[in-house]
Nanobody, 119 residues
C-alpha cells in the first residue's frame, strides 16, 4: 500500500514562493509517475506537474510553466514542488499522486495541503 503525505502549504503574498513536499511510503517502482494536482474552491481538480520517479522527466501545465519546478529526492522518497512568482489564482488545495507507467489514472493520493496566495 502506497501512502503519500503532503506538507509545506501556507499563506503567502503574491510574487512569493513556497516549496511543497510529498513524502512517499510503501511500494513504488522506478518507472512510476509522481504528480501534483490542485483544486481551487468551486473548480475541478487540475493537473499541475509530473515527474517520472527514476528518469526525472518532467511535464508541466501551461499555467505554471516557468514558475513551478517539480523534483524528487530518491534517497528520501520525497517529491517537491517549488512554486515561485505565485499568483492569487494559484490558491488551491495541492495534492500529490502516483501511478504506474502503464496505468491511465493516478491511483494513490495524499490528503492535500492548502496554499493561499493573497493579493
Amino acid at each position: 500500500q502506497v501512502q503519500l503525505v503532503e506538507s509545506g502549504g501556507g499563506l503567502v503574498q503574491a510574487g512569493g514562493s513556497l516549496r511543497l513536499s510529498c513524502a512517499v511510503s510503501g511500494r513504488t517502482f522506478s518507472s512510476d509517475y509522481m504528480a501534483w494536482f490542485r483544486q481551487a474552491p468551486g473548480k475541478e481538480r487540475e493537473f499541475v506537474a509530473r515527474i517520472i520517479w527514476s528518469f526525472g522527466n518532467t511535464y508541466y501545465a501551461d499555467s505554471v510553466k516557468g514558475r513551478f519546478t517539480i523534483s524528487r529526492d530518491n534517497a528520501k522518497n520525497t517529491v517537491y514542488l517549488q512554486m515561485n512568482s505565485l499568483k492569487p489564482e494559484d490558491t488551491a488545495v495541492y495534492y500529490c499522486a502516483t501511478r504506474t507507467a502503464s496505468a491511465s489514472e493516478y491511483r494513490y493520493w495524499g490528503p492535500g495541503t492548502q496554499v493561499t496566495v493573497s493579493s
